[in-house]
């Protein structure tokens, strides 16, 4: 359907479902009550299905194509005479407000329909629904999904026939009254939600198989009347009730908005008082993403018997998604005592049995069970044995906390029999996976059964995007951090980008302006991010505010400067996300379409942002703040936020973004707009900043101790071009700090004197009054948080100091890649420091140190001011010294092709010692594709005596073959487990940590396909000598095709030393040289189509 009149369909649902919706509200505490008295009772999930005869198909008439468009809230998946449609996985439709927007699929059943009929004279459509986003538990945590849209599973679709003469018929549309082809009964899935999993009642999957065949099929028995049990209503079909609601999107909009703050109840619009109280539904849209698919099926990597009949089985890597038993389950045991949250107290009363899966990230270190308290579905835990965040009272008296998961939310699936089944326990053979739910985990206890099940495999769902970006170097710990952010991203794309798989699931604007830059990288998001810039657009108060989360979620809202705004920076991420995938992918109508909001946006920042920012207590010439007020800022750092800065600096990214869309639509009213704004905020900034004399950008009482600091103001080009110099030199004065965290402290205490006095000489320890402490460190670790890493490691890389950035990404102990990995880590974690009772294990908010390494430690990256991916740079830094780093390659995808690049140090010494003085050899591979373009940056010489050639293919290679080559031999090297090579363990007899060796596939050395001898053996052109290009700073543009660079006489050299690990660096910062990238202040200025420097 091209538009909402072409749906003849209207929304249906099952009778009691509408009834015990209506008869609940969500206002008050007993209310509340009844909410989760009237969910119960819509459970187990409805399915739905409709017959069509094949007369009715006209037969006489040739079928040209026929297509099943269909949706339903919360999820669905379609099948057809017993084969399944969907490819989808447990979130379809994706994730939106549906109270405004609502996606759906169409299937082409032609082949169904048209094939011979061998006798077949009915086709029946089945729909099976889950809960999702739109009828889930009504338990709030650190989300609120009371505040989503809300109403009983609910489905809308119809057949469209069209003929070869072009005639087209309308078939079994859900709804029309008495015509109405539509059946519903309740069926297998006794419970579904997104957080605290799925029950399946294997007995009625089995009794009602066949149940979306014509063979399966009855006719309705009874009538529409709602029956006082649900599980009366299994299996037994009844003609499904129109959707119905007395609310209209303007007053739900309205309520929300009274909510947010973003209306004056003074302006309240009166409405009568609805009967029937469910949200309205949206219009509806073809899906504008690809659906969330299982994209890797993983064996395990070991199963442990934890004795009782419970089964550890670890995966190897952390992800979100499901087991699925390809032989089904082991028979049940029944233990003396069920282990701690395994059991199920109502089936043990009624006698029957039952197996439970609890699904984890991490393990509890004093008890080796799953740490259930960091996978906590919205927060909800009481702290866990050993650790007491929250009191066990909390989550008792939380509505709706689910029963048998003991004071923690959890990530359960249960599958059980009843006693009455007539083929009895035999069934588990026949249980396969959950559907309409996800886990982030590693780790899957399955209870209580006398063998583990046999091939029990993981499947990571997420949307099913292409995944295009690459890295690779010779460096263990870099390539372990790309994998952390890679496998945390991920993790987190279940048709929105969430901050973690687990606790809130939500997509958080800050997370995706700090981490965007990765997933552009990584994936082809072109679909996906339209999309989240289109939820936000809808999300749009009236009043011009945007929200933190693309769906108003109250979450940090009293961070943000009141009036309906989210936090500054996280109600940025709308327009910013616009202008990068402008840069990616040249969508000029996304722009179009979404100017008038961003505009809007800006003038609502105009007339609020500073009498809101007074009201926060920020004074306007800030003598009186000392950093860190009310505001999220660079979240999680180790050292303190300075939080004007960030609120600050967004608003000059919002004008920005509005000049640079300006500027691409043809208006320009808006541009110069944007830009007033956007130069008004700088000089702000560079006043607040610059007037304490220093030359360190930082705010008048500032100890150069806050974040983000002078990288913000170096990376976004708000320091001025004279003064970019002596601010990065004075950068190089900040040094690290111990860390009182509790968690390291209790490490400390833990670990042998032999393994302490190791750290010691490492410096991985250091005095913090009478007592050891961890570290963080500046200039060998990271500290900064979500924001800061970005502007850090791309500020030294692009400012001549790249050796410092690889330092970071290559640095050991707390506050690395490393450290995450030490403790098992395989996602990124949400802190840099170890959390075992609240932050979470996989979630990417970190990871812009990712799209670092591809465009800075590889070197390719998208041009600056290109759009639509035309035009890459090509920019590889070098270490100082090879210890560092021999290698480094990278893939960087756009819509007309793949760019690549590796380099490699040649006539390295066999003695490893030399690596810091010997003269090298550097080669380079770069790959443009067809109808792009390059651009070649060198690096300035090491030495007078350095030259540089380049040559390209005469003729393409077959890159295919080498590239597939390739990832044979890295696969074989990862199976090999070459990568990062030791843990720590906690031996819970000796109450002691111990260092284990072994070795892990993370982090594996690979080398480029371009290195391959197939391409070696390539037809090249003469080498042309280039050595002034590299001399004089000058960039080389170039064509589509393959080429090769090569840099003689490379001179390596020693790293600096600094003062340690937490210490400074006096050799820059004492040093008169001021960098080889300070001749030409007015290279500084931010250009008005960079989309890399916006913000």
């Not at 986003?133 to 009504?138: E, T, Y």
């Not at 639509?665 to 900034?685: N, T, Y």
């Not at 800061?788 to 330092?807: E, F, P, Q, V």
């Not at 390209?952 to 590239?963: E, F, I, T």
Request: charged letters at 25%; one cysteine or more.
């Amino acid at each position: 359907p091209e538009k909402q009149s072409d749906w003849r369909g209207e929304w249906i649902v099952h009778p009691s479902d509408m009834d015990t919706f209506d008869k609940s509200t969500e206002k008050g505490k007993t209310n509340q009550i009844n909410s989760c008295a009237g969910w119960k009772l819509r459970r187990p999930l409805p399915l739905f299905r409709m017959k069509v005869l094949t007369e009715e198909l006209a037969t006489d008439k040739q079928i040209s194509s026929a297509l099943f468009v269909v949706s339903g809230l919360g999820s669905f998946r379609a099948s057809l005479n017993g084969v399944p449609l969907s490819t989808s996985g447990p979130i379809d439709p994706p994730f939106t407000d549906y109270s405004k927007r609502v996606m759906y699929r169409g299937f082409d059943v032609t082949p169904f329909l048209t094939e011979s009929t061998n006798g077949r004279n009915s086709h029946v459509f089945g729909i099976t629904m889950g809960s999702g986003w739109w009828d889930h538990r009504p338990v709030s945590g650190m989300a609120k999904p009371q505040l989503l849209p809300r109403g009983p599973a609910t489905v809308n679709g119809q057949l469209i026939i069209t003929y070869a003469s072009g005639e087209q018929r309308i078939v079994g549309e859900t709804g029309k009254g008495e015509m109405n082809k539509w059946q519903v009964a309740r069926g297998h899935i006794r419970e579904s939600d997104l957080f605290t999993g799925e029950m399946v009642d294997l007995d009625v999957m089995s009794s009602m198989e066949g149940w979306d065949t014509s063979s399966g099929w009855a006719e309705v028995v009874g009538n529409t009347e709602s029956t006082p049990s649900p599980y009366e209503e299994v299996n037994k079909w009844i003609k499904p009730v129109p959707y119905r609601t007395d609310v209209t999107l303007e007053q739900r909009v309205q309520e929300m908005a009274i909510k947010a703050k973003a209306m004056d109840r003074a302006g309240k619009k009166e409405f009568p008082k609805s009967v029937n109280s469910a949200s309205p539904i949206g219009y509806l849209v073809p899906s504008e993403i690809p659906p969330v698919m299982s994209v890797e099926r993983i064996a395990p990597d070991e199963i442990q018997n934890l004795g009782g009949g419970r089964w550890l089985i670890d995966y190897g890597k952390a992800m979100s998604g499901m087991i699925h038993f390809d032989e089904g389950l082991p028979e049940p045991i029944v233990p003396d005592e069920y282990p701690r949250a395994h059991g199920f107290k109502a089936a043990t009363a009624n006698g029957d049995s039952f197996i439970t899966v609890i699904y984890g990230e991490s393990l509890e270190m004093t008890t080796g069970d799953i740490n259930r308290v960091l996978v906590a579905g919205l927060g909800l835990h009481d702290g866990g044995p050993r650790h007491k965040s929250k009191s066990a009272t909390h989550t008792a008296h939380t509505f709706c906390f689910p029963d048998d998961h003991e004071a923690i939310l959890s990530q359960r699936d249960v599958y059980v029999i009843p006693k009455e089944s007539k083929k009895g326990k035999a069934l588990y053979a026949e249980a396969r996976q959950s559907h309409f739910t996800t886990h982030s985990f590693r780790y899957a206890e399955i209870c209580c059964t006398a063998e583990p099940p046999k091939n029990a495999h993981a499947l990571l769902y997420r949307t099913a995007i292409p995944e295009w970006g690459t890295f690779d170097s010779s460096n263990v710990l870099i390539n372990g951090g790309y994998e952390l952010v890679k496998n945390a991203m991920n993790s987190n794309l279940l048709s929105v980008q969430s901050d973690c798989p687990h606790r809130e699931k939500l997509p958080y604007g800050g997370d995706l302006v700090a981490d965007s830059p990765a997933a552009l990288h990584m994936y082809d998001m072109s679909a996906f991010y339209k999309k989240t810039v289109n939820d936000w657009l809808e999300a749009q108060w009236d009043n011009g505010a945007y929200t933190e989360t693309s769906i108003w979620q109250d979450l940090n809202d009293y961070a943000g400067i009141g009036h309906g705004a989210g936090e500054t920076v996280w109600a940025s991420a709308p327009p910013v996300l616009t202008v990068r995938h402008m840069q990616h992918y040249g969508d000029i109508t996304l722009l179009q379409k979404s100017i008038s909001h961003h505009v809007k946006w800006l003038d609502f920042l105009d007339k609020y942002f500073d009498a809101g920012m007074e009201i926060k207590g920020y004074d306007k010439e800030l003598d009186e703040y000392t950093g860190q007020k009310s505001g999220l800022g660079d979240w999680l750092a180790m050292r303190s936020r300075d939080t004007y800065l960030t609120h600050t600096a967004f608003v000059m990214a919002s004008g920005r973004c509005v000049a640079y869309i300006g500027r691409k639509v043809g208006l320009a009213s808006v541009e110069d707009k944007g830009m007033a704004v956007a130069k008004k905020i700088q000089d702000r900034l560079v006043h607040l900043y610059m007037k304490n004399g220093k030359d360190n950008f930082d705010f008048p009482l500032g100890s150069e101790s806050h974040t983000p600091g002078p990288e913000m103001g170096l990376y976004t080009r708000i320091v001025p071009g004279e003064k970019r110099c002596i601010v990065l030199k004075n950068w190089f004065r900040r040094s690290g700090h111990t860390w009182p965290g509790d968690e390291e402290r209790l490490f400390i205490k833990e670990m042998s004197e032999e393994d302490k006095q190791v750290w010691i000489e490492t410096k991985e320890l250091t005095k913090r009054g009478d007592e050891w402490a961890m570290g963080w460190s500046q200039w060998q670790g990271f500290n900064e948080g979500i924001f800061a890493i970005r502007y850090a490691m791309k500020t030294l890389s692009d400012m001549g100091y790249h050796n410092i950035a690889l330092r970071k990404a290559a640095g050991v102990g707390m506050a690395t890649p490393e450290y995450m990995m030490s403790h098992n880590a395989t996602t990124m974690w949400e802190s840099w420091w170890r959390s075992e009772d609240l932050y979470s294990r996989n979630h990417p908010m970190l990871g812009a140190v990712a799209e670092w390494m591809s465009s800075s430690a590889a070197g390719v990256a998208l041009y600056p001011t290109t759009t639509g991916g035309k035009k890459a740079l090509f920019w590889p830094r070098f270490p100082k010294s090879a210890t560092t780093l021999e290698y480094a390659s990278a893939v960087q995808g756009s819509l007309g092709g793949d760019y690549a690049i590796a380099w490699r140090f040649e006539e390295l010494p066999s003695d490893k010692s030399e690596y810091n003085s010997a003269v090298v050899k550097i080669r380079i591979r770069l790959l443009i594709p067809p109808g792009n373009e390059g651009v070649l940056r060198l690096p300035l010489p090491s030495s007078e005596s350095t030259s540089v050639s380049i040559r390209h293919s005469l003729l393409m290679p077959n890159v295919n073959d080498a590239r597939a080559v390739a990832e044979k031999e890295c696969s074989s090297r990862r199976k090999a487990r070459l990568g990062f090579h030791y843990n720590w363990n906690y031996d819970r007899e000796k109450n002691q940590w111990v260092k284990h060796l072994t070795g892990k596939a993370i982090g594996t050395p690979c080398e480029s396909f371009l290195f391959q001898q197939s391409l070696d053996d390539a037809s090249w052109s003469r080498e042309t000598e280039i050595t002034h290009v590299m001399s004089q700073r000058r960039d080389k543009e170039l064509s589509p095709g393959l080429y090769d660079i090569t840099i003689s006489n490379w001179q390596l050299e020693k790293e600096v030393e600094g003062t340690g690990r937490i210490g400074n660096l006096p050799e820059y910062y004492k040093s008169d040289d001021l960098a080889p990238y300070c001749s030409d202040a007015t290279t500084f200025e931010w250009n008005i189509d960079d989309a890399s420097h916006i913000i």
